[in-house]
């Protein structure tokens, strides 16, 4: 759906983007990071065809966005960090004028109403823009990236200004749009990419450093691959069970941490993952397991050791197979 090919971007003698190449598959949500000055938003302003690259190639659903722009724009829906947004329109007003902008064909009165009840904006509906909250803002810049149904999102920030409860409303959204849209998700907040994206991708210095899943990021750079475990019954008992579990190398008690429950550190073997077998084994003998919890990096640890030491290799993988 989206093929990016040796991208380069320069301004003068500055390299902001420096040959990255990826792909997004079809129905596929990508989480895009970076910190600040990495090219990020240099990219994704080529990808939706705001700015041209200096070299390298962008596909999007066939579509060169130089060859072909007005096709290849036409696939996507973008929402930018700050919406474009006419202030002095009323909700209606600005969505109709959208609606004209895309030339969309679909039957006009259905498909906004659809879509406003998507983002529950119906009763701002004849309401001027400038007098709506932030959280509202956000919701009506969703709106029109969702006019004329585009099979590619690219959202950037999508999270902004909401409420808790609004954000994770948006969350659950953007999930059910990755089963019919490909998404391109960038966003600070990296626990919204842990639970949204199927994949990451993260630049740094206009390079880059990461393409995989959560998991296997955090597998690839993580040094200890132990699980800490919270379990309540006899220490001896317990650790025999462990110990013998296939796929576990070293079992350790950490002691007693309430009365009767017991911190153990398990060692998996290479790849193992033991947890069905432990909760099976753990289930026959009656001791509840009260905790378990890995001790690889999360994906801020990750982020912050791929954006500010460049570590010596990247993982690179390929979009969901389809």
Partial sequence: MINVQNLTKRYGSHLAVDNISFQ???GEILGFLGPNGAGKS?????LTGYLSSSEGTVTINGHDILEEPNEA????GYLPEQPPLYLDMTVREYLDFVFDLKQCKFNRKKHIAEICRLMQIEHVYDRLIKNLSKGYRQRVGFAQ???GNPPVLVLDEPTVGLDPNQIIEIRALI?????????ILSSHILQEIEAVCDRI???NEGKLVADDTASALSEKYSSDR???ALIAGDEKRVTDILTHLPG???VVCYGEKEDGVYEYAIEPQDGADFRRALFTALSKEGYPLLGLRSMEMSLEEIFISLTREQLPQTTRKGGKSK
Avoid at 42 to 46: A, E, H, L, P
């Fill in 24 to 26: 997004v598959s079809e």
């Fill in 42 to 46: 240099t990219t994704m302003n080529i």
């Fill in 73 to 76: 724009k036409a696939s996507i």
């Fill in 145 to 147: 990236a969702l006019i």
């Fill in 175 to 183: 999930k059910n749009l990755g089963k019919h849209h490909t998404v």
């Fill in 201 to 203: 991708v993260i630049i």
């Fill in 226 to 228: 132990r699980r800490m």
């Fill in 248 to 250: 576990v190398e070293d």
